[in-house]
């Protein structure tokens, strides 16, 4: 499969579970983004990681944990969520160097929180 | 970049009509300039863009101006049909380099086009 995919493609959890989302990505990118989409906002940055370190971290809750063990795969862990985290998380991948900058984004992951 | 403020929220026009959606930035670095269309449901995707060498630039119906002096770029839709209804997403970065190309994105446009 080629571009960047994201599971599951929908989530339903409660307040108390610990579950991970996953994006997975086939353009030989180097940088890899997550971010949190919700009604009447824009899209929200939550992480950045750039040849696999993490270079940003936009001021996002302890309860959301990434994790990017190579520059094809990431992942969000997540613990303890609040019904407000309910969104639709994409995931996004890039060229950090070169000219375009152009983002890739996946699917994304349409949690619940209940 | 840091902000980028979009407008208009919403925008209805009649098919055959243009449209035309303008975001303002804040950081005078910023020098990548992308649109996002994302359809009801579906993933955001790349339309068009431009780098801040370059004033105008079109593809068929599609086209982005960009005025570094003022800080804003408009997206220009011609002849608009019922298939560009969609969310639109301006968005801005300072291109290549660790953390300059991440992007910060515009809250949206939802475009109706109505037949």
């Known amino acids: 499969e080629t571009g960047v995919t994201q599971t599951p493609r929908h989530l339903v959890m409660g307040m108390t579970n610990k579950k991970s989302l996953k994006c997975e990505q086939h353009?030989?990118?180097?940088?890899m983004y997550w971010y949190k989409q919700s009604a009447k906002k824009p899209l929200e940055l939550m992480f950045v990681?750039?040849?696999?370190?993490?270079?940003e971290n936009n001021s996002v809750p302890s309860r959301f944990s990434p994790e990017c063990p190579n520059s094809s795969h990431l992942f969000l862990h997540l613990h303890t969520l609040q019904p407000e985290d309910s969104a639709l998380y994409l995931c996004?991948?890039?060229?950090?160097?070169?000219?375009?900058?152009?983002?890739?984004f996946g699917q994304g992951t349409r949690l619940t929180v209940v | 970049g840091e902000n980028v403020e979009q407008h208009p929220s919403t925008l209805s026009v009649q098919e055959g009509d243009s449209a035309v959606i303008k975001c303002t930035y804040s950081?005078?670095?910023?020098?990548?300039f992308p649109w996002y269309k994302q359809e009801l449901g579906k993933r955001p995707q790349l339309i068009i863009d431009?780098?801040?060498?370059?004033g105008e630039k079109k593809d068929q119906r599609i086209a982005v101006t960009l005025n570094k002096t003022a800080k804003h770029f408009s997206l220009h839709i011609t002849e608009t049909q019922p298939e560009d209804s969609a969310v639109y997403f301006c968005?801005?970065?300072?291109?290549?380099?660790?953390?300059?190309?991440?992007?910060?994105f515009g809250k949206g446009t939802l475009l109706t086009v109505n037949p």
């Open positions: 950081d005078s670095a910023s020098n990548y």
């Open positions: 431009i780098r801040s060498n370059v």
């Open positions: 996004a991948s890039s060229q950090s160097q070169g000219e375009r900058g152009e983002a890739f």
């Open positions: 968005a801005e970065s300072m291109g290549s380099g660790v953390s300059n190309y991440k992007l910060t």
């Open positions: 990681y750039s040849l696999e370190e993490r270079v």
């Open positions: 353009l030989g990118h180097n940088a």
